[in-house]
């Protein structure tokens, strides 16, 4: 039922961004839709069908305090996300009269130097509920821009993990299947991926190619897949000499068929450990490429507020401060999820 | 009796004389530390440099001909006087002091500059970026003028064509060794790597200070130089060391400055109010040569109501200068109306239409020459400005408020430095297979269409004419597309021989700054002020636009 | 025999090493060519004021570092004087390559050096605390920890702790002042805000890692054994349970150190204005310094490939199990 749910609202979420929201990201639609496909066959189907499989699983996950708060709490930036924007202020209204207030329930005192009459004007900002979360040096509101945020990185950690997880995969159960010179060459080539310095290319490519956050999303996902394809490549090498693989071969199929029809829906359960546990990565690359400058300059994004509260840290010490606890959270709340399938999936924990 | 009394008379008198002539000596030592965020330099090899920090470093080491003082008097360093100009405008004759020596003892001679000037800036295997300050146009042709060795300390530069403003160029000229140069002539690579070079070991008596360490991205440190020329009867410099240490942000330079840290650095206008509050800190707020406008495009490519005078001054009638001075700047700019700043010798104030202030800020009055001129229909405009510089996006936020109150909608969209240089500044003719150029004539659009630009030059306030590669025609960096034959003509004069009479200049820079000011190719906005904070226990500062000139004799009490 | 194995396996493990290497190489030298931009740029705006063409400004800017020859060309003249040990000149800070990173190196190197310690040591001994303890409250707080510990954004905390600890309790400077010598103790106390926040994330990891391998041979026949036998419980954990969980644990160390170089040391040097490599790395990408771009993802590279590879014959070497084929 709630898998049902969770489907409608991811395609939700896609409607409301294409339609309704104003941001049009045209090449990110694409890559939504095409990662919807595949979620669709892979992940909606499989649930559907297994679903007896799936409560016995959801039983032992929801035992797992932490995991379950994780979720509450992804299940609440999603909402904030989709619906934030309807009820908070426009994230990108400047207002110089409103600069630097601080949050509800803090007051600074500003002293203001008139160059004209060369004396010191006092002024006391106090927080209010107009700007729960203090507004920027430009009177923009925070609490508008955390919400555009959260969009954003949960954009980015959907996305490029999905085509990070959607290749490696792909490359792992290829090469553990073909094995050979296939695997070899496969091995290799990931072997090289894996020892470039990754947040060194992600810089490099992004600042020689310019910031646009399809760009970046897709650059992350692109050069984040070396670990998937190893961890699902030994997972796919156990498989690979199970009896129903042999059995389908005995039958006559064909070698994709049974890539895509068997070796990988059998392991989808590590998949999705592994997708989860890559999301926190993913939306902290996303944020420090922001938080150096080479972030998408057209989208608030958490990093790009984090950079501007490191400018102005004696003054708007706020700026800083509230960004780095929503990542902080988000990257929690993925990780206990992620154990806690983890362990849920393992049958020699006991959950 | 009579004799003693002489005696001790003459005693007393010569002790007063000694006590006089002894002025109290200075402390020598300590270490000034200048702090950044501006970035590093890139080469201490300045011939090659564009950038000004590499001019700034190396500068502590050699010294030009002259410098200028707060209000603009000729202060003489190399030279042993002034630079002489013949009656007809064309022969420059410059004679050196006779006490300048390199590192290895031998003398600087003429001979040295003239050789930096014909073999290495002339050359065409080394392309020195600023060549074309000596090159004047001569049958349609860009010729060098013709430097020529008189004596060990007199050299001539000869010119075809009379250019007024010449001088200041001759004036700012360094040497390079040609003992050195010799080695490396022709190749352009070696040059670039050459240690004698790249690490200033040739400069001898040149400078205040000698190069003693440069670890990238974090300091620079030239240490006292007992030699300096000009230190003989001063004992200047007076500290031990320089350093200029770079900060990543500006913030961290001011948390710098108030621990002590560091003795010197620039302060953002938002934080004025609290470093002039300090105990031990000065302000000091100096004019700029640095002033910010909103470009027009007046290409094909842009609003075509742009290119109707009336239409360009409603919009600047519009736009509150004052405003983006208290807002962007936090007042400390001064409201400009065309590229002179005030504090230029060439600066006039009457017959300047002054739009943008009081009276000629009227929002009314330029909705109804935006009817008038046929325009009464909503509109939207573009606005472009590079991404992460703060003032700039900030200009364009209110730019955008305040056209929006006279029916205006205004797009912002902040770009990324180079793509605004290359889609947005540079442009070609459309159909043709040209290179994009930063002005290739009037036919000429951007790869991206705009209607506004938030943009920031440096003037020089000694010759503005210089600004005539903005403003002119055919001038280089004309990218908004203005043309006005009135303004080239008043350029060209003021290029010729007819401004080598003062007053003559001034009276055509008076009509100029009146025809820009009227015609508006842009809405200028502010000249900005920076703010200079200091160590109290550092004397010896005279405020004003070129506070640097006396940098060695400052000292710590 | 297993000698001669183990030099055939090195050799091989060698030869796949100068292919990666190569691999890598040619990888960043094509994309640092094959971008948009150029280090004539910032000369452009320059030049083009004195009506100067800018594809001739260019093209003479490139020939002064030597870009203008064909791209194959710039390509083996590379490699041939990487080999014979010439790096290239750095044309954004005027310097060799090699002297840059000759002198820049050490600041990176003590930064992650005291980093790995200070996480090895607290992440070890608690996670030992923990496994013996399990599911005591201090080990829940140690898990809680740990996982706090990874999910802080490194350069979050990096500003939060100068903002704390510098900004309002005065206690440490803002920045990294290069002009305390190496070895002293005012080196060392400014280094313990930066060292802190790379050090956190790499502790929990090691705790979480511990913890768990202790707790997988805590279970095992042996140790039952070594009780029974009435060994004190600190020798049976000390040098029993804790020897077999230690080669995993240094191999998952050795692995940190590769990618930690450029990774969060990266973010943690430009906050705190350490002039390590990753700092001048980041420094040359936005200069369009490819020399040092180059250079820089070399060495790292190698540095990984080399630790890799060290891990692997020590861990053959020592445990006489394990085979490669």
Known sequence: MIL?????????????????????????GYLYIALGIVALLYVVWPLYTGRRLVQ???????????????LAFILFLILLALFGPLFTADPTAVNFEEKNIPPVGFSIEESVYSAE???????????????????????????AMLVSGAGVSLQVGLLATGIAVALGTLIGVVSAYLGGKVDNILMRFTDIMMTFPFFLLLVF?????????????????????????????SEALSLRTREFILAAKALGASDGRIILAHLVPNVISLIVVIATLSIPGVILAEAALSFIGLGDPSVTSWGMILRAGQQSLDVTWWVAVVPGVMLFLTVLAFNFVGDGLRDAFDPRSNV | MKGRLKILLLLLASVCLLASAC??????????????????????????????????????????????????RVQLRTAARDVEVSDDGLVYTVTIRDDLMWSDGSRVTAEDYVYTLESLMFSDWLNYPYKSDWQEEVGGEAVFVTPQVVDETTFTITRQTVYPEFIYTVRGLVPYPKYIAVKYEGDVEAFTQAPEFNNLTYTGNLGPYKFKEWLRNDKFVVERNPEYYLGKDTGAPYFGQYIVKLFGTSATAHAALEAGDITYTDIDPDKVSKFKKMEGINVYTVPTTGYLFLAYNLRDNGWEGLKIKEVRQALSLAISKGLIIEQVLYGFGEPAFSFIPRVSPCYVDEGIAKYGVEPL??????????????????????????????????????????????GIEVELKFVPWATLLRKYLMNKTPGTDEEPRY??????????????????????????????????????????????????????????????????????????????????????????????????????????????????LWYFE | MRKTWLRDYIIKRLFYAVIIAWGILTITFVLVRVGPSSPADKYLSNLAARGEDPAQVTAAIEARYGLDKPIHEQYFNYIGNLVRGDWGWSFSTSMPVIELIKTHWIYSFQLILFSTILAALAGILIGIYSAVRQYSKTDYIATFFSFIGISIPNFWLGVMLILLFAVQLGLFKTYYDTSIPLFSLGNLKQLILPVVTLGTGMMAGYTRYTRSAMLDNLRKDFVRTARAKGLPETTVIGKHVFRNAVLPLVTIIMFDLGSIVFGGAYLTEIIFGIPGLGRISFNAIFADDYAV???????????????????DIAYAYLDPRIRYD
Do not use: C
């Open chain 2, 361 to 406: 800020l009227d929002k009314e009055e330029a909705k109804g020459l935006l009817i008038n001129a046929g325009y009464d229909k909503p509109l939207t405009l573009t606005l472009v400005t590079n991404a992460g510089n703060d003032e700039r996006e900030n200009i364009g936020y209110l730019v955008k408020e305040e056209l929006g109150a006279i």
């Open chain 1, 117 to 143: 009459t060369g004396q010191f004007i006092t002024k006391t900002a106090s927080g209010t509920w107009e700007h729960p979360l203090g507004t920027d040096n430009k009177g923009r509101d925070l609490l």
């Open chain 1, 56 to 70: 016995y699983y959801w039983q032992r996950v929801k035992r797992n305090r932490l995991a379950v708060v994780g």
């Open chain 2, 23 to 72: 002025q109290p000596a200075k402390e020598v030592g300590g270490v000034f530390i200048s702090g950044t965020s501006a970035g590093d330099a890139e080469t201490l090899n300045w011939i090659l440099a564009a950038d000004s920090a590499s001019f700034g470093y190396a500068g502590h080491t050699v010294d030009s001909l002259v410098t200028y003082d707060n209000e603009w």
């Open chain 1, 4 to 28: 049902i749910l969770l489907a409608a609202l991811w395609l939700l979420t896609l409607l409301l961004d294409i339609f309704v929201v104003e941001r049009i990201f045209d090449p990110l």
């Open chain 3, 293 to 311: 771009v180059v250079a820089v993802t070399l060495i790292s590279a190698f540095l990984v490939l080399f630790i890799n590879l060290a891990t």
């Open chain 1, 205 to 233: 490519i992004v600042f020689i190619f310019g910031p646009s956050l399809a760009f970046i999303v897709l650059v992350i996902g692109l050069t984040g897949w070396t670990g998937v394809a190893r961890l699902i490549r």
């Open chain 2, 439 to 552: 002005n290739n004539g009037a036919g000429a659009v951007s790869e991206e269409p705009w209607d506004l630009m938030v943009m920031g030059f440096s003037t020089n306030p000694l010759s503005p004419s210089g600004q005539d590669v903005f403003y002119s025609t055919k001038g280089g960096l004309n990218f908004f597309g203005y043309s006005n034959t009135q303004v080239d003509e008043l350029f060209r004069r003021a290029k010729s021989e007819e401004a080598l009479d003062e007053g003559a200049r001034k009276e055509l820079y008076a009509e100029l700054s009146r025809v820009i000011s009227e015609e508006q190719p842009v809405d200028f906005l502010a000249f900005q002020l920076a703010n200079a904070a200091f160590q109290k226990k550092v004397k010896g500062i005279e405020p004003g636009i070129n506070m640097g000139y006396n940098y060695h």
